[in-house]
């Protein structure tokens, strides 16, 4: 690709480093932590504040790879299948051979990445919507987890991962590791997507694919590295989500997180139709997610409710995003 078309590209598909929608996020929550923490003062002390942050990082990691596949104008519905099987991988690995903390999370991460790349050749050379191919996957993974769990839970794991988890031996200076983590992955997405021309190649085809291959984007190779770094990230993020719990995962591990990422991209600011996105919205997102998930637990509320709040903020997002595009269209 030449300086000039590859100007051109960055010119037109890249947002500002900071959008309005990330400050309106910043203050959207800011506002439901000051009603939380007036409704219920238990809210701003670090035995909730920490939970809630250990529970954002694998859907804000999860989240980051999503990102990236609805920038280039797919979807992946498949990642709580994914994290099934990743996380009843894993756990069993624990359990049955004892590996250590490196080797648990490099099995967790190469599973996720195994099936991230199923999704990616699929969708990539074989020309299907996403949408089809990973509502197909979602229950392949999903009928493969439960066939790896047989008739029962995993009991007995022991605390390997405590490092990712909730306790004393997951904080540093009382912040979350998987939290540290999660920000630190976010910021080196963030950078590549704005300042390399690869990451700037998802844009690219999300704005308008067939533009972007006679401008010399290999397409199909990015589609498929979105996908594969989307797996990695499931497959990190189920280290996350087993050191959550207790020395028990249940057949229910993964149920509904697809949808928590999704609310969180889409309510961070990225286009569903693609083209537009940041991962850095998608992280505010998911934030204010599971504050909202959190602040309903504590009020005693129904949890119908948390349901009902994102289902909103999603509308007002899509709302948004579905303005901002008709504003161009009319420039």
Not at 119 to 147: K, Q
Not at 194 to 214: S, Y
Request: with cysteine; glycine share 14%.
């Amino acid at each position: 690709m030449t300086a000039v078309a590859e100007a051109k590209i960055t010119k037109r598909v890249l947002p500002p480093p900071v959008t309005g929608q990330e400050f309106v996020l910043v203050g959207v929550i800011a506002v439901v932590w000051a009603a939380l923490a007036v409704s219920t003062p238990a809210f701003m002390t670090a035995g909730s504040i920490q939970p809630l942050l250990v529970a954002t990082a694998p859907i804000a990691l999860v989240g980051v790879g999503m990102t990236i596949v609805i920038i280039t104008g797919g979807i992946d519905v498949s990642v709580g299948g994914a994290i099934m099987v990743c996380s009843v991988l894993t756990a069993k690995a624990l359990v049955g051979s004892e590996v250590g903390l490196g080797v648990a999370a490099l099995l967790s991460v190469l599973a996720g990445g195994l099936l991230g790349l199923v999704n990616g050749v699929l969708i990539a050379y074989g020309r299907v919507h996403a949408i089809i191919i990973t509502f197909g996957t979602a229950n392949l993974f999903m009928f493969l987890g439960l066939r790896i769990f047989g008739s029962g839970t995993v009991n007995g794991i022991p605390g390997t991962l405590a490092f990712f988890g909730r306790g004393p031996d997951g904080r540093t200076l009382g912040v979350p590791h998987a939290f540290l983590i999660t920000l630190i992955i976010t910021a080196a997405a963030w950078w590549y997507l704005r300042h390399t021309a690869g990451g700037r190649h998802f844009f690219a085809i999300g704005g308008d694919a067939q533009a972007a291959r006679l401008a010399g984007v290999r397409v199909q190779r990015r589609t498929l590295l979105a996908y594969v770094v989307t797996g990695l990230l499931v497959g990190l993020a189920s280290c996350f989500v087993i050191a959550q719990g207790t020395s028990t995962l249940d057949q229910s591990v993964g149920s509904g997180k697809e949808l928590a990422v999704i609310a969180a991209v889409v309510i961070g600011g990225t286009s569903i139709m693609g083209g537009r996105g940041s991962v850095l919205g998608t992280l505010l997102g998911a934030l204010l997610v599971q504050s909202v998930a959190s602040g309903v637990t504590q009020l005693g509320w129904r949890s119908q409710l948390s349901d009902l709040f994102v289902g909103v903020f999603i509308i007002v997002a899509v709302g948004a995003d579905l303005l901002r595009a008709r504003a161009r269209r009319n420039r």
